[in-house]
């Protein structure tokens, strides 16, 4: 961008924008080109190749490489079929749902309450308490395994969803509280006081201008820690004890574990895998990137 | 309306910026209603933990129990278990490749891609891989790395120039290597977006000056913009040490810590001692020292961040 500003703006060379200096330009360029096409390829290769992977014949996949499939134009949907239905992937899947949309809901609307409890509200220790809460986002997640599963054990959260939604929220609630606290202070004073003054409750103020007004800030929280929940691997080896609960991550290890070499399987589960994130990345790109950027202090 | 005009049996939480620009307190439960939830959470499933850790990290903690009282011996028998001193001198190689790659890569990508009309699809291209699970990330370089030739794509290049085929997970020679390549494949996209924003918020009137004074690309790049992303460079870097220092995934999905235990890292360690082989007390102990680690680190992050919306 610098530079072709640079050289748009520039009079020495008046004749820019004429079609034969831009094609001098284009060719002066070539090794931006060649550097670009270059990372491109780097970064799409290995995930087009198991997306087509998934789509090849098992007998095709041994036989030769998925660069080699323009020779072979042979594609398949039973890889998803039966790794949906024999291997479990369908019911993973559900799982993989059943275990995030709590765990995305639950810290939205508890971090949002606190975050407006600690920006707009007046109580004693109300700053040290958030500094405490904000102090919790050191504490890794493994300070939790070892008393949570002692502490869900009599109740037999692992067995249920239960366990695993807790840890998740428990989890979320430092950063997300953080997050959104930061943004909430952001919002003009004057239109909590009016409201305040017109004898609006806190509640209302919550639901009606604060929540409003931090659409941006909440979505994009909110999709990271969508994200953050359905790509876990670590939480739900530890929270989820029955075979029947276990999400996507952890069954396509199994698979992994169980068939290595059976490529057809793995490669249509991992895009079964992909499939939320994808679709969030491509329909909700800004927020996604706002989320995962804001979501780098966590 | 006039404040005064305020009945005064209001509900708690109500009309009470009445008074000297209102710096009354609010009702109790109005507070209550907002902050306890929160707090209640915290205390029961994450205060209580992590002091019941701290304990247990001092305890032999047989099947999870305060059992008997043993000081600091998890922690000495930690540093004498050399498969412990190979995760963190693990954790330290992808602390030095992982992170200075990331950051090489990522500003690379980022100034040469600002170039180009495409920009955009390039960068989009490289985040990609950040909205996906370390699981499928794991899968995905699981066959680029597949020893047979007509499988793995590394190989077939190999082959194709008739090189000796490479058992990139399987040798512990290469295997650290090749996980970090993961790695950093997969978050080279979050320093690119960084970076790229950072050298957008260079004049433009600089650089042309720069040129017109006959400075090269070289020169602008080491003088002008190297200067310029300093400061988002040592955040990511921050960002990315944290990642490192919680890293699980890859390594339990794709060697699950092998060839023997040549890949293992810091929290792969903690889990493997906890939930494989039963020793809660060290278990707890390798937690800890992940704290101990992060504290500094979170706090300089947390201090970073404090007076500014991230979003």
Known sequence: ????????????????????????????????????????????APTVGLLVTSFRPRSDIQATGWWETITTLRFTLVNYQSVLDAQGMGRAFLNSIIISVPSTLLPLAICSLAAYGFSWLRFRFRDTIFLIVVALMMVPVQLGFIPLLQLFKPFHLTQGFLGIWLAHTAFALPFGTFLLRNFFITLPRDLVE????????????????????????????GIFQFLWVWNDLLMSLVFVGNNANYPMTIQLNNLLGQYGTEWHLLAAGAFLLMFAPLVVFFSLQRYFVQGLLAGSVK | MTATSQPTSLPPGVGRSRRSGGFERTGIGTVALFVLPATLLLLVFLVFPMLFT???????????????????????????????????????????????????????????????RYEAIIKAIVFLPMAIAATALAVIWDFVYAPDSNIGLLNAIIAAFHGPLISWLG??????????????????????????????SIPTEILEAARIDGANEFQIFRRIILPMVSLPMSVLAVTLVVNVIKLFDIPYVMTHGGPGTSSRVIAFQMYIQGFQAGQFGQAAAVAIVMLLIMIPIMAFNIRRFRSSAVV
């Open chain 2, 171 to 200: 040798s512990p020679a290469f295997v650290n290597g090749s996980l970090i390549a993961v790695g950093i494949w997969g978050s080279t996209g979050f320093a690119t977006v960084i970076l790229s924003a950072a050298l957008k």
């Open chain 1, 194 to 221: 009016a409201a305040r003054i017109d004898g609006s409750s806190e509640i209302g103020i919550f639901r009606n201008i604060v929540v409003p007004l931090s659409v941006p800030a909440i979505a994009a929280y």
């Open chain 2, 54 to 116: 701290i304990r247990l990290s001092l305890d032999r903690g047989l099947g999870g129990n305060l059992t008997r009282f043993v000081g600091l011996d998890n922690y000495i028998n930690l540093f004498n278990d050399s498969t412990f001193i190979q995760a963190i001198v693990n954790n330290l190689l992808w602390i030095v490749f992982y992170v200075g790659l990331v950051l090489g890569l990522g500003l690379i990508v980022a100034v040469v891609a600002m170039r180009v």
């Open chain 1, 1 to 44: 961008m610098g530079m072709n500003n640079a050289v748009a703006a520039s009079a020495a060379q008046p004749a820019a924008g004429t079609p034969s200096a831009r094609i001098v330009r284009f060719l002066g360029r070539t090794p931006v080109h060649i550097t670009l096409g270059i990372i491109a390829l780097i970064w799409l």
